[in-house]
């Protein structure tokens, strides 16, 4: 008892053990804020996990009319292209599924077709779009092109094309689109879980009037703030783990041996960072519910803007440039390096401004909650 | 005496939506928050889809020929590049800056190649970071080289394609997924406004006073339900003032916009205060609200008709009033018909989604006593 109060370091930590004991207990009475918190990104996976197998892959109603070998070919090209799901159904039942909406477009090849070719005229392939969205009308004008292109290197030796593309990838492997939006959603989990854990747990203090007893009781400040900013960064780990975890075990990512350590690294720096800004925002607003509604706007603000639904290097450049300020930009480029490619490059930079973006928010919030209990 | 009890009920439904209305005034920072919350969905959605799917590309020209430059135009209308030219250097540090996700050589001996019927092997550079950008890629370069042959040498490749569209003009990723993204703005709103004011008598137990009294709790019910409403409406405002004056996208039938806004209004806000009744607690349901939105928004159709997803997504979208809401908005925003109930079928699905949680609220709000 007395080394405890003789030792100020002792007693620093011990009072944010039990203020983090606290509010972790307090945390887990709350099993629907559990699932708030996680159920939203687990059912996001799940969702660009179904709606990856439809990418890049319309629905579209093939039409052959021509009974030549020419024609055939066509019909195998496109086949073989595979960015369709093809219904081979004749001209009436195309019109009805186009209709429908069953399909995107209807793709004919004339009963002339193989005839024009053997007479070296030149052959079209007709292509009835769907044209209500760019998106899948620009999938349509790239893909029967794509095929025809097929067609012609089909013929080998014969093909009149001699360009050829020669590709180099810049990464080992093809990463496919629902485990490339992993990554942004275990960093908009740790975000969110920090930010109303930490906020959640030190606005109760105020709106449930327990702030004072905190400022009454012999400890330091640091050690109020230390505490719930380890709740709050504790529940966002453990919660981005189980994510990883599940990932892992589906096979979405592949990091081995010390890259494990580099995603870890990441994910408790990003922990920290929604903890800390969490406290702050909890100390200076002292109420939940705007808590809540500031943090779910931060998070997903962050989440966009950081390119968590597409890939940065495809955003305008202005929005490329607000990216590089935001921390979660380099947490996200972390996880995959280490998660996909085993990779370090740019860990260092990408640690130092996770730390640093950590540290001056555990500095904005010890500020606020100070600040709060001189009012 | 019907007319009488008619009038009471009435006046008992005004009284709480006043009510509700002056509450949601007193707690400012949560209702200008929630007011702007559907403005800002509809601005980061927009966010996403401002790239489209056009693969900033640097094009190395070492050689600048007649054949060259042809192959670069074909690049550029192969609705896949957003290109710049660049020194060999340059494209490189861009590509390693992550600022462009490909680079196209065409080499120094291009055209003297094609001329003379000479195989020629043009580089790619991808970063292939993501397969779905990765593989537009992979298409659009053999695309490009094939509609170069097809213009510089039609006598060689015969085949082209004859594209006949259903619509007179395209529309962009922005105006329709603008369309589909106000949707999800009003469901964030409507669900939060009605929420949060129906589990703040819970919180506070105040609900204990309203159930007591005499006045049905239907009355009381559809009270909440407009007093949200028009909290709502002041979001609403503002987020068709973002997507008509900001992002230019303009009804096509203004009438069926705001009745199609109304109704989705009434159904969110039902579905709030059916949350709000059911879990008690304003956090949650806030939390709840804005988190779930967006799986909801990925498969209820957003980025196009259901019938062009996986079956499994077309099932899902089908249990929610929010895919219903997409097609009705997306014919009062563009005239499309995005399934074959067509509009009058769409907002009779709507009307019995509203009636059914409207029945569920007032079926539980009897059996919390």
């Known amino acids: 008892m007395d080394k405890k109060a003789n030792n100020p370091i002792l007693e620093f930590f011990l009072a944010a053990r039990v203020i983090m004991t606290k509010d972790l207990q307090v945390w887990l009475r709350q099993p629907v804020m559990l699932v708030a918190t996680i159920a939203p990104a687990l059912v996001l996976l799940l969702v660009e996990m179904l709606a990856a197998q439809a990418v890049g892959r319309s629905p579209v109603a093939l039409v052959i009319q021509d009974g030549g070998l020419q024609g055939a070919r066509m019909a195998q090209a496109i086949q073989d292209a595979d960015v369709f799901r093809i219904q081979q159904v004749d001209a009436n039942k195309a019109q009805t599924l186009l209709k429908n909406l069953d399909v995107v477009a209807v793709v004919t090849i004339p009963a002339d077709f193989s005839q024009r070719l053997r007479a070296h005229q030149p052959a079209v392939v007709d292509v009835t779009v769907n044209n209500l969205n760019l998106d899948f009308t620009n999938d349509i004008r790239r893909a029967v092109p794509d095929a025809i292109t097929r067609y012609y290197a089909a013929q080998g030796d014969q093909s009149p094309i001699l360009i050829h593309m020669e590709e180099h990838d810049l990464r080992q492997h093809d990463i496919q689109m629902f485990q490339y939006a992993v990554l942004p959603v275990v960093l908009l989990v740790l975000t969110i879980s920090g930010l109303i854990s930490g906020g959640n747990a030190t606005a109760r203090e105020w709106e449930s009037a327990t702030v004072k007893e905190l400022l009454l009781a012999p400890v330091p400040g640091g050690a109020i703030v230390a505490g719930k900013v380890l709740a709050g960064f504790l529940t966002s780990f453990a919660l981005g783990g189980l994510v990883l975890m599940a990932a892992y075990g589906l096979g979405w990512i592949y990091p081995q041996g010390i890259y494990w350590l580099d995603a870890l690294l990441v994910v408790g720096l990003t922990s920290l960072l929604g903890a800390s800004l969490g406290v702050a925002i909890g100390a200076a607003l002292q109420h939940i519910m705007p808590v809540i509604a500031v943090s779910v706007n931060l998070a997903f603000y962050l989440f966009f803007l950081a390119g968590g639904m597409g890939v940065l290097a495809f955003e305008p450049v202005w929005l490329q440039n607000i990216a590089a300020f935001l921390p979660l930009t380099y947490g996200n480029h972390a996880l995959q390096m280490a998660l996909f490619y085993n990779s370090a490059d740019l860990l260092g930079r990408d640690v130092l401004v996770l730390g640093i973006s950590s540290l001056v928010a555990l500095v904005l919030g010890t500020l606020a909650v100070r600040r709060g209990m001189a009012k | 005496m019907v007319t009488q009890g008619f009038r009471y009920q009435f006046h008992v439904m005004w009284a709480c939506a006043c009510k509700d209305f002056r509450v949601a005034l007193t707690d400012r920072l949560f209702t200008i928050l929630g007011l702007f919350v559907p403005a800002n969905v509809l601005i980061l959605m927009s966010l996403f889809v401002l790239s489209g799917s056009q693969a900033p590309t640097a094009v190395v020209m070492q050689e600048s020929g007649p054949y060259a430059r042809a192959f670069y135009q074909a690049m550029s209308q192969a609705h896949s590049f957003r290109l710049q030219v660049s020194s060999p250097a340059q494209a490189e540090q861009l590509i390693a800056a992550g600022r462009i996700v490909a680079v196209v050589t065409i080499p120094a001996d291009f055209d003297d190649r094609v001329k003379n019927s000479q195989p020629v092997q043009v580089r790619v550079e991808i970063n292939n970071l993501n ?101 709502g409406l002041g979001a609403t405002v503002i987020v068709l003032v973002v997507l008509v004056l900001l992002l230019g996208v303009v009804p096509a039938h203004w009438l069926e916009t705001a009745g199609a806004t109304l109704l989705s209004l009434l159904i969110f806000n039902s579905l709030g205060t059916l949350l709000g009744t059911l879990i008690k607690r304003r956090m949650p349901v806030v939390a709840l609200t804005m988190s779930l939105s967006l799986p909801l928004f990925f498969i209820s159709g957003a980025f196009g008709p259901i019938s062009f997803t996986t079956p499994l997504l077309q099932h899902i979208a089908r249990l929610f009033p929010v895919y219903y809401q997409i097609v009705v908005m997306q014919h009062a925003f563009h005239n499309f018909n995005l399934n074959t109930l067509g509009l009058a079928g769409n907002l009779l699905v709507l009307c019995a989604f509203a009636l059914g949680l409207i029945l569920l609220v007032t079926w539980h709000s009897n059996i919390a006593t």
């Open chain 2, 131 to 231: 397969t779905d950008f990765t593989n537009d890629i992979r298409r659009a370069i053999p695309l490009s080289i094939t509609s170069f042959y097809a213009k510089a040498f039609p006598n060689l490749v015969s085949v082209t394609v004859r594209e006949t569209d259903l619509y007179p003009r395209d529309t962009d990723y922005l105006p329709y997924l603008s369309v589909s993204i106000l949707v999800i703005a009003l469901m964030m709103g409507g669900t939060l406004q009605a929420g949060t004011a129906s589990a703040r008598e819970w919180e506070k137990e105040t609900i204990k006073e309203l159930l007591l009294s005499p006045a049905s709790r239907l009355a009381i019910m559809l009270g909440k339900m407009l007093g949200a409403l028009l909290v």
